[in-house]
């Protein structure tokens, strides 16, 4: 039986056995916290940045329960168990936990491990990089813990998202399983979200797991000093994403070219081939934006993840750079956790005490390891003109990338986190890359506020985003089957309010290689495998994969990518520049070219939406049921995603021309089947049809058409195509208005790659469609910046049921009203 033991900043309920802590943060966000017959802790969160309480609240009591609430939300204890109903200021349920209790603590010891600095290690070169073990430890009681269990009783036709991005392919949640632990092929982010407008998130940093199936609904967590929660209540999704937001921190904004097109591959050997490329896209007038250096950019045999380029291979940084910007490119270099052999960087961790157990690895725990790691990263790589980081292996104790069968589940649980739990105390094995992005982001900030971090990283944890990073899905393998999971996956980290995700775009293996479980594409003409280590000059016979039926994946996969927060092309095996893929006049090379250009269009949208990421939590990418969370047919589409507030995107998943090997396919359709929610009208983004929501429709796809439909209501400002975001800052804008709902949409524009936008140095365009006085607003621009351009040419389209129509109009700051039905038809307006 639970009885009160005080009323302050927060209520406190004890029982013989347990202490249960109610409060809240915000008055839409209440905070749970369970532990035994001991103080509360006082820890800081490497999660959580609000601290403090909100006590604007009231305490009720009945001879059943405690009601604790705001104006927002209400929690109601039953006094036998614990157990807590959570409900919106109407009283109306949003969820529970089970009458018996639903929260459970099982106490346990800490084991960790103390390590000699000059004892034995093993070093292994695997696939995913060098690998360092430490032979001996001494295993030693490090404090008292428990296990955790938060168990819930959702409702039926609730639909859930998030928990980061994992391998199965899952959309909803519900009726799934999922384990929670760093790995290349998983992100973590222990937060989840409501189609009941709700979400919440889980304070802790051990490996865990989620439950929605014949076990149970339940979160476990391997070790926590406490349990501790948050429940964030929110009318809309936006609003619910902003209350993470407002726990976990806020998000900045990637620089501009960031949402160009970024080229990558496993590997450009030397400087010469990477400018060469560059300029290949220069002369080829494909837009590029961003060339990836991936790993072993380091001395060769000089020892792994030292963070300076080879000076053999790249014999001048600074003029390497200085040319790479001169034709409007950025350069992002991979660095790694991991140190070996006698490599400079690993001397200095080593001389000050800055490694883990395994003496290669740097205690990214550590702030003067952080800042060590960061000095290291700024005087051989940033110091010379890098833009971005790759920090890639931040997960850096995986243990299954090897053999030819995958293990079982639980073999891969005991594996992986076994190895981290090694190094790292258990209670904290999942937070290494929130650890390690926090390092390279102040580090970065600490130097200069003139160029924004931009961090590409493979592991992910709740907070990370305030770190600039983004997140890809690992290295993934060429087959539909992968293309079709990357979808949901995607959406579920997104939906988990980190906003920045991303993939390899045609799989990082294209081809099979029978020994390894996780070298599974299907494609083999023209595969070389891994670049050799000590190749001086690239390979002129690695010209690219031939089968089509690769081709046909990949042309797929990169129209699916424009579509997604950062547009990347990378792998192995192969090399992936466009001309890969064909020459001009030839059916794929000109529709990746198309596609590329067609991002590019769409930048105005893009980088307005990302800026509201930052300013108003939006996501930029979602699950179409957080926009429909009545329409139940919504909730399990893991084929279709909104792409800011108003585009519709339906990738084609199947092949419809080519098999393996080449072997063309017959009979196939064009088309696919595209669900349209209802109480919307929608159009063909190619065509401008309208459509009434409500109904599936089959939706024209040969191999030039990705299906996207606009919703009513939407303005989409689109730009013209140019080699790099900033090649004509004051070209014409196109602002389409898709007529059939009134909708408003805020076009933003700044510096484009500084943090000057922090001071409100950016300017912000409001952009409204009346549909009951069928009337266009163009809003005074409010705010300035230095380089703002003040005049700009607009070429208006409406799209209506019965046509478009259009007008030209130059924009210089002042509100511009205009209604469409007096201006006349536009035949040769296109999609």
Not at 42 to 60: C, E, H, N
Not at 647 to 662: A, D, E, I
Request: charged share 25%.
């Amino acid at each position: 039986m639970f009885r009160l033991e005080s009323n302050g900043e927060s209520l406190v309920l004890a029982s013989e056995s347990w202490r249960l802590r109610i409060g809240f943060v915000a008055e839409s966000i209440a905070r749970v916290t369970m532990t035994g017959n001991r103080p509360f802790q006082q820890r800081a969160s490497l999660s959580v940045v609000a601290s403090s309480w909100y006590t604007d609240y009231w305490m009720a009591e009945d001879p059943e329960q405690f009601e604790v609430a705001t104006d927002s939300v209400s929690l109601k204890v039953n006094k036998a168990t614990g157990a807590i109903r959570y409900y919106d200021r109407e009283d109306r349920l949003l969820t529970r936990e089970p009458e018996r209790g639903g929260k459970w603590l099982t106490p346990k010891a800490v084991y960790t491990n103390r390590f000699r600095k000059d004892g034995a290690t093993a070093t292994a070169q695997g696939i995913d990089g060098m690998r360092i073990s430490a032979a001996e430890a001494e295993r030693v009681v490090d404090r008292d813990a428990f296990e955790a269990k938060l168990e819930f009783v959702f409702a039926e036709n609730e639909a859930l998202f998030g928990l980061g991005s994992h391998e199965e392919g899952y959309a909803n949640l519900r009726g799934k399983w999922r384990e929670l632990y760093q790995h290349n092929l998983k992100a973590v982010v222990p937060y989840f979200v409501s189609t009941r407008g709700y979400g919440v998130l889980i304070d802790c940093y051990s490996f865990m797991t989620f439950h929605d199936d014949a076990l149970g609904s339940y979160l476990w967590a391997d070790v926590v000093d406490e349990l501790d929660y948050y429940l964030i209540r929110g009318e809309r999704f936006d609003e619910i994403t902003k209350g993470y937001h407002a726990l976990t921190g806020g998000v900045p904004l990637p620089p501009k070219w960031f949402f160009g097109y970024s080229q990558s591959k496993e590997r450009y050997v030397n400087a010469k081939e990477l400018a060469d490329t560059v300029c290949e896209f220069r002369r080829r007038a494909i837009p590029l934006d961003l060339i990836i250096l991936d790993w072993k950019s380091w001395p060769y045999e000089g020892g792994w993840g030292q963070k300076s380029l080879d000076p053999v291979r790249f014999p001048n940084p600074d003029k390497l750079t200085w040319e790479l910007h001169g034709i409007g490119a950025k350069l992002m270099t991979s660095v790694w956790p991991t140190m070996t052999g006698d490599c400079p960087d690993r001397r200095e961790m080593l001389e000050r005490g800055l490694m883990l157990g395994n003496q290669a690895t740097y205690d990214a725990f550590r702030e003067e390891a952080q800042r060590c790691y960061w000095d290291q990263a700024n005087r051989g790589l940033f110091s010379h003109g890098v833009d971005a980081w790759w920090c890639d292996c931040s997960e850096p104790f995986e243990s299954d990338w090897h053999g030819a069968v995958r293990p079982e589940p639980h073999e891969r649980v005991s594996i992986n986190t076994g190895e981290g739990k090694r190094y790292l105390d258990p209670g904290y094995s999942n937070a290494f890359s929130l650890l390690h992005s926090r390092g390279i982001y102040e580090g970065q900030r600490g130097v200069t506020d003139q160029k924004r971090v931009v961090n590409l990283t493979r592991s992910s944890y709740a907070g990370q985003h305030r770190y600039g990073t983004t997140t890809w899905s690992g290295d993934i393998s060429a087959t539909w089957e992968t293309l079709r999971r990357s979808i949901p996956e995607g959406l579920n980290f997104c939906a988990a309010g980190e906003p920045y995700w991303t993939l390899d775009i045609g799989g990082f293996f294209i081809r099979n290689d029978p020994a390894l479980w996780f070298w599974r594409g299907d494609y083999d003409a023209g595969c070389r495998g891994l670049t050799d280590g000590s190749a001086l000059v690239p390979d002129r016979n690695d010209t690219g994969c031939t089968d089509l039926g690769y081709w046909e994946l990949y042309t797929r996969w990169l129209q699916y990518a424009v579509f997604l927060p950062m547009f990347r092309s990378h792998g192995t095996d192969a090399p992936r520049e466009p001309w890969r893929f064909g020459e001009p006049g030839t059916d794929f090379y000109d529709v990746i070219v198309e596609y590329i250009r067609l991002r590019y269009r769409l930048l105005p949208y893009i980088y307005s939406v990302a800026a509201q990421v930052t300013l108003n939590s939006w996501t930029i990418m979602r699950p179409v049921a957080v926009d429909f969370p009545e329409a139940v047919r919504t909730h399990d589409l893991s084929d279709q995603f909104l792409f800011g507030p108003g585009l519709m995107v339906c990738p084609v998943t199947k092949p419809m021309y080519y098999g393996r090997n080449s072997e063309p396919i017959t009979g196939s359709r064009k088309s696919r089947p595209v669900y349209l929610p209802s109480g919307i009208g929608w159009y063909d983004f190619w065509t401008g049809t309208c459509f009434r929501g409500g109904r599936r429709v089959e939706a024209a796809a040969p191999l030039d058409v990705i299906p996207v439909f606009v919703r009513a209501g939407t303005i989409v400002p689109m730009g013209l195509p140019m080699q790099y975001v900033d090649e004509s800052p004051d070209a014409p804008y196109e602002i389409r208005v898709y007529r059939g709902a009134s909708g408003a949409f805020p076009l933003y524009e700044d510096e484009g790659d500084n943090y000057n936008y922090e001071s409100s140095r950016f300017s912000i365009v409001m952009l409204h469609w009346d549909e009951f006085d069928s009337e266009l607003t163009i809003g005074a621009r409010q705010g300035q910046f230095d380089g703002m351009v003040r005049s700009r040419e607009f070429h208006i389209v409406f799209f209506s049921r019965s046509g478009r129509t259009s007008c030209d109009v130059v924009y210089n700051g002042e509100e511009i009203r205009m209604r469409p039905d007096s201006l006349p038809g536009d035949e040769n307006a296109k999609g």
